[in-house]
Every structure is written in structure tokens, then in C-alpha cells.
């Protein structure tokens, strides 16, 4: 029987930076990934010849070589990659949009308090105070007990509406809870949008991938793919072996996993007992993939990276009532991060939506696909109420597309209800009730690309090198 001094499970952006932590130290180290290709949650596939991102929109928390305590820069020097490795372009410049409002921010902080000073000059020293205690918090600290983000958000600004735009993106980057969030997960969203910023490699997510993966074989570690975790037997408080979905088993001293909360426990062969909640999470995208001959500019659509928009009075963050809520949502466009002279080959729009689980799992397999279709225009004309007015005909110059919905991300990630954030209540030291098992990744509380390699490497460091 095998055995390593650490078995990962899922070999996502956590599971496989953890891995190359724990290798560098000398760790013999397995990878374990039910799925064919690695990433998880940020991943690719190919269709028709054509390869398409998931799940990475930008990498958030860019900043400048040099900036030593930014995560993006501690990561790459605790991984040992470099950041011309990365190769990452800057957003032009992304947009919050409500009715009658819009607040433009960039890399550039300076440009967002400008927009809030012009569109709400009342809030603006509540806005700056609102920075102050972002500032001043401590979010490396585990154990800080939990505080409504709405209601220090509420003690600073005054106008619901200018609250309601500075949640939209954070929320919808990056909160597993229904229309508010925690005060320290408020302070990591809004430092790696607003205080940092967007970025992305120009290859996009499989270029972090590959950088990933090339570090940790380097460094010594082992990867077993379609080779998923049927079972996590226990022996009182700790795992006795892993037994895999072809009946080997495999024995570690230590297991991290990435696969969530609920999922890690649902795996173990005994009941297990649990102080932190392990509801499943309520909330789920969808999301189109629109594939155009030409760059969006040529149709009006070149100054946006990302639009955050909402129709209503009030923006409400919580589980779709139907299979999509058209009323907010994300728009990306890849094509508008500045690359230099060298574009991307094919125009590409993203828009991403709330979903209702329940729905879409309900659905036959006809049924599904015709209403992937009749969705796929609805979420299309939603978002073009937010851009620039456009000649652009969808269905005759929009040339190829896909679309996700919650039961694709649970049939290729396993997370249960295609719940993308994970479970509402995150587990913030990784802890679980057995001895030496240990999560990494979305329900340990850092999301994001950046998030995520940060999560695993913490994790590594706190409960397998010390």
C-alpha cells in the first residue's frame, strides 16, 4: 500500500499550490483529481476545436512587482514562480452599473473615489472612512469572529444605492452567503478589486495552470488524474487510508482537502460530528460564452473588462426563483485587458448570471437543452441593456457559444448544488473534527485564483510544516 507523508484531494488552484509548498520541504506528496483535467473550479475544456475558460473572469489582487506584502506577490515567492512567467496584461477599466448610475474603477484606486466623490459627493468621507477600516483590518487573522459587512458598510454610507454598487462586485466575486457577507470576507473582495485590481494572462487560466503544474513536478510532487477519493476511512479521530474510486487504497499522514466542507465530511466512513455548519451552499451561476469573428470593439464594446449590473431599486444577492435571474449580473470581456499590439484571435463575451439549482436539475435531458437555448438569448439581451448601444445581431454574428449551469459545475467539480463559493459557513483555520484532516480552498475562505493558491499554501504551512 502506498503511502505519503500528505494525500490532496482535488487538484485545483489550492490543492496543487499546497502541493508545491509541501514538496519544496521535502514532503512526499500525492495529488489526488477524479476529474481528467486539473484546475477545478478554474479550468478549461475544448468544444469543436475551440478552447474555453471557466471560472476565471481576471485574476484579481494585481499589483506592481516590488509590493512585498501583497498576496499576488507573497504567493509567487513562496510557489518560487516568476511573474513574467504569468505573463499578466492590466484591465482598461471596468464599470458598476445601476439604473441612472455607473461607477468606473481600474488598477488605479484614485479613479473609483474620484467617481463616488462625483456621483455621490455626500458619501465621500463616509466612503474614505469605509477605506480607513478596510485598512485597519487584520484579514490574516483565522479566528475573528464573524460581522455583518452590511452593517459597518451601513455605519459609514448613508445612500442604500452607493452600498448597494460597492457589494455587487464583491458579492458577486466572491460570497457564498445570500445579500450579505462577512466583514473580513468584505475587506479581502474589496481589497483584490478595488485596492488592487484585474489582470489577466493573455493565454488566460490554462497559463496559470501550466505554470502550476511544471513547479510541482519540478519541486517532486506526484499527480494521480482520474483517480478521485471514493472514501476517507477513519480510525477514531483520524484517517486510517484513502480508499479511491477503483478500490486501492492509499495511506497519508496528513490530508488536505479542496473538494468543500459538506463534501470532505460527506466522504468520511464514519458519521463525523461537527461544531462548524456544513449546510450546502443555495447559491449558483450560469453562464454564456459568446464567440465573435471580430474584437468587441468593432462592434462598441471596447472600454469595458467587466460590468457588474443590476436593474432594480435594490441589488439582491440571493438564490435565483427561477432557472436564471436576469436582473444582475457579470459581463466580461476578455479581449479588453491591454495585451499590447498582440489581441486575442476571436472576439469573446462573457455573462454570468444567478441560477436556480433546483431547476435546472429538474429538467429532462430535452428539456434541458432547449432551455439552455431560450436562456442563452434572455441572459444575452439582459446584459446588452448595460453596454453601448451596438448594430451588432447576435444570432446572425455571433459564430460559436456555450453555456454552463449549476448541474455542469456539480457534474465536473463535485461541489454539491453547483454551489461555485461553497458552503455559507467557512472554516477559516482549516480544521475539521478529525485529527489530521485539514480543507484547503473555497470553504477555508479564500476565493479567487489568487485566493485559492493563498488558501493552499496556508494550509500547508499551518498543519503540515509546523
Given at each position: 500500500?502506498?503511502?505519503?507523508?500528505?494525500?490532496?484531494?482535488?487538484?485545483?488552484?489550492?490543492?496543487?499550490?499546497?502541493?508545491?509548498?509541501?514538496?519544496?520541504?521535502?514532503?512526499?506528496?500525492c495529488v489526488?483529481?477524479?476529474?481528467?483535467?486539473?484546475?477545478?473550479?478554474?479550468?478549461?475544456?475544448?468544444?469543436?476545436g475551440?478552447?474555453?475558460d471557466?471560472?476565471?473572469?481576471?485574476?484579481?489582487?494585481?499589483v506592481?512587482p516590488?509590493?512585498?506584502?501583497?498576496?499576488?506577490n507573497?504567493?509567487l515567492?513562496?510557489?518560487?514562480?516568476?511573474?513574467e512567467d504569468?505573463?499578466?496584461?492590466?484591465q482598461?477599466?471596468?464599470?458598476?452599473?445601476?439604473?441612472?448610475?455607473?461607477?468606473?474603477?481600474?488598477?488605479?484606486?484614485?479613479?473609483?473615489e474620484s467617481?463616488?466623490?462625483?456621483?455621490?459627493?455626500?458619501?465621500?468621507?463616509?466612503?474614505?472612512?469605509?477605506?480607513?477600516?478596510?485598512?485597519?483590518?487584520?484579514?490574516t487573522?483565522?479566528?475573528?469572529p464573524y460581522?455583518?459587512?452590511?452593517?459597518?458598510?451601513?455605519?459609514?454610507?448613508?445612500d442604500?444605492?452607493?452600498?448597494?454598487?460597492?457589494?455587487?462586485?464583491?458579492?458577486?466575486?466572491?460570497?457564498?452567503?445570500e445579500?450579505?457577507?462577512?466583514?473580513?470576507q468584505?475587506?479581502?473582495?474589496?481589497?483584490?478589486?478595488?485596492l488592487?485590481?484585474?489582470a489577466?494572462?493573455?493565454?488566460?487560466?490554462?497559463?496559470?495552470?501550466?505554470?502550476?503544474l511544471?513547479?510541482?513536478?519540478e519541486?517532486?510532487?506526484?499527480?494521480?488524474?482520474?483517480?478521485?477519493?471514493?472514501?476517507?476511512?477513519?480510525?477514531?479521530?483520524?484517517?486510517?487510508r484513502l480508499v479511491?474510486?477503483?478500490?486501492?487504497e492509499v495511506?497519508?499522514?496528513?490530508?488536505?482537502?479542496?473538494?468543500?466542507?459538506?463534501?470532505?465530511?460527506?466522504?468520511?466512513?464514519?458519521?463525523?460530528?461537527?461544531?462548524t455548519?456544513?449546510?450546502?451552499?443555495?447559491?449558483?451561476?450560469?453562464?454564456?460564452?459568446?464567440?465573435?469573428e471580430?474584437?468587441?470593439?468593432?462592434?462598441?464594446?471596447?472600454?469595458?473588462?467587466?460590468?457588474f449590473?443590476n436593474?432594480?431599486?435594490?441589488?439582491?444577492y440571493?438564490?435565483?426563483?427561477?432557472a436564471?435571474?436576469?436582473?444582475?449580473?457579470?459581463?466580461c470581456?476578455?479581449?479588453?485587458?491591454d495585451y499590447?499590439?498582440?489581441?486575442?484571435?476571436?472576439?469573446?463575451?462573457?455573462?454570468t448570471?444567478?441560477?436556480?439549482?433546483?431547476?435546472?436539475?429538474?429538467?429532462s435531458?430535452?428539456?434541458?437543452?432547449a432551455?439552455k437555448?431560450?436562456?442563452?438569448?434572455?441572459?444575452?439581451?439582459?446584459?446588452?441593456?448595460?453596454?453601448?448601444?451596438?448594430?451588432?445581431d447576435?444570432?446572425?454574428?455571433?459564430?460559436a457559444?456555450?453555456m454552463?449551469t449549476?448541474?455542469?459545475?456539480e457534474r465536473?467539480?463535485?461541489?454539491?448544488?453547483?454551489?461555485?463559493?461553497?458552503?455559507?459557513?467557512?472554516?477559516?483555520?482549516?480544521?475539521?473534527?478529525?485529527?489530521?484532516?485539514?480543507v484547503?480552498?473555497?470553504?477555508?475562505g479564500?476565493l479567487?485564483?489568487?485566493?485559492?493558491?493563498?488558501?493552499?499554501i496556508?494550509?500547508?504551512?499551518?498543519?503540515a510544516?509546523?
Open positions: 500500500m502506498e503511502k505519503y507523508d500528505v494525500a490532496i484531494i482535488g487538484a485545483g488552484m489550492s490543492g496543487i499550490a499546497a502541493g508545491i509548498r509541501l514538496a519544496h520541504f521535502g514532503k512526499r506528496v489526488f483529481e477524479r476529474h481528467y483535467a486539473p484546475g477545478g473550479l478554474n479550468s478549461f475544456y475544448a468544444k469543436d475551440r478552447k474555453y471557466v471560472g476565471l473572469h481576471a485574476m484579481t489582487n494585481f506592481k516590488g509590493v512585498k506584502r501583497a498576496p499576488l507573497r504567493i515567492r513562496q510557489l518560487r514562480i516568476s511573474r504569468l505573463n499578466l496584461s492590466e482598461l477599466g471596468s464599470r458598476i452599473a445601476f439604473p441612472g448610475r455607473d461607477l468606473r474603477f481600474s488598477n488605479d484606486f484614485a479613479l473609483l467617481e463616488v466623490a462625483a456621483a455621490f459627493p455626500g458619501e465621500i468621507d463616509g466612503f474614505r472612512k469605509l477605506v480607513e477600516d478596510v485598512n485597519a483590518f487584520d484579514d487573522e483565522f479566528n475573528t460581522q455583518s459587512a452590511r452593517s459597518v458598510v451601513q455605519s459609514r454610507i448613508g442604500p444605492v452607493l452600498e448597494d454598487m460597492i457589494f455587487c462586485p464583491l458579492m458577486y466575486y466572491g460570497s457564498s452567503t445579500d450579505d457577507m462577512d466583514f473580513g468584505f475587506v479581502v473582495m474589496f481589497k483584490s478589486i478595488f488592487e485590481g484585474f489577466r494572462p493573455r493565454e488566460g487560466i490554462r497559463n496559470i495552470i501550466k505554470l502550476l511544471k513547479r510541482y513536478k519541486a517532486g510532487g506526484i499527480r494521480r488524474m482520474n483517480t478521485g477519493v471514493a472514501e476517507i476511512r477513519l480510525s477514531g479521530n483520524r484517517v486510517e479511491l474510486d477503483s478500490g486501492e495511506e497519508a499522514d496528513i490530508v488536505l482537502s479542496s473538494a468543500g466542507y459538506p463534501e470532505t465530511l460527506g466522504m468520511c466512513s464514519d458519521t463525523v460530528e461537527s461544531s455548519e456544513c449546510s450546502v451552499g443555495r447559491l449558483s451561476f450560469t453562464e454564456t460564452i459568446s464567440i465573435f471580430n474584437d468587441p470593439s468593432s462592434f462598441g464594446w471596447g472600454e469595458d473588462t467587466i460590468v449590473f436593474s432594480r431599486d435594490r441589488f439582491a440571493r438564490a435565483a426563483e427561477g436564471v435571474d436576469l436582473t444582475s449580473g457579470v459581463i470581456i476578455p479581449n479588453n485587458f499590447g499590439e498582440e489581441g486575442l484571435p476571436e472576439g469573446v463575451v462573457r455573462v448570471c444567478l441560477a436556480d439549482y433546483d431547476q435546472w436539475k429538474s429538467y435531458e430535452d428539456e434541458y437543452a432551455n437555448e431560450r436562456w442563452r438569448g434572455r441572459i444575452w439581451d439582459a446584459a446588452r441593456a448595460f453596454m453601448p448601444d451596438t448594430t451588432l447576435y444570432s446572425r454574428d455571433c459564430k457559444f456555450d454552463f449549476p448541474t455542469t459545475v465536473y467539480t463535485w461541489k454539491r448544488r453547483g454551489a461555485i463559493y461553497g458552503a455559507p459557513t467557512k472554516t477559516k483555520d482549516g480544521s475539521t473534527p478529525i485529527s489530521n484532516l485539514f484547503c480552498g473555497t470553504d477555508q479564500f479567487g485564483i489568487v485566493g485559492s493558491m493563498l488558501s493552499g496556508a494550509m500547508a504551512n499551518t498543519h510544516l509546523r
